[in-house]
């Protein structure tokens, strides 16, 4: 599946991970130089997604920062329902997938479908790259010059290897032969 990609220039790699979560990026035909979590010192961050209740489910917040919100939450925000929060759900997709199964929120009793909740998360790491490639560059990000590569557990059956290519379509990494689905061990 590689061969396709070979006439891209950048790499950007998700590491969806259970409790943590990282991305690194690569650019150029040598692919001599690595970024890993550029925007954390090259750490990875907790896999917890904030989401806004409202009738779209839109993006809050993802990692230290959604951490840091919970926190300093003083408007009860959290309490009120307002925010959605979702962690340690990645591996809810091991058994029974499909696209609208239901992922609960740890602060309450609502549930969103997995295909919208991993795609919300996803397109932390979208924005995050697309930023950080730009600045890197000097250039407008150019969506058509980028492979995405995300990575599942070996486990997963086909369904959910299936439903994370279509939250990374929906979180706008593009479709096809530019997103690769990785098997980790």
Known sequence: MLMASTRKTTFVSVDFGTTYSGWAFTIGKEHTEYFVS??????????????????????????????????????????????????????????????????????????????????????????????????HTGTPFDANEVQWMITVPAIWGDRAKHLMREAAQQADMGSGSSITIVLEP
């Open 38 to 135: 550029p925007d954390t010192g090259g750490k990875k961050v907790p896999t917890v997604l904030l989401l806004n209740n409202d009738s779209c489910h839109s993006f809050k917040e993802f990692g230290e920062d959604a951490l840091r919100f919970m926190r300093n939450d003083d408007e009860g925000e959290m309490n009120s329902k307002d925010i959605l929060v979702f962690d340690r759900f990645k591996m809810k997709l091991l058994w029974n997938v499909h696209s609208e199964m239901p992922i609960k929120a740890t602060n309450c009793e609502k549930t969103l479908p997995a295909r919208i909740v991993f795609s919300r998360a996803l397109q932390y790491f979208y924005s995050a790259a697309t930023k950080r490639v730009a600045a």
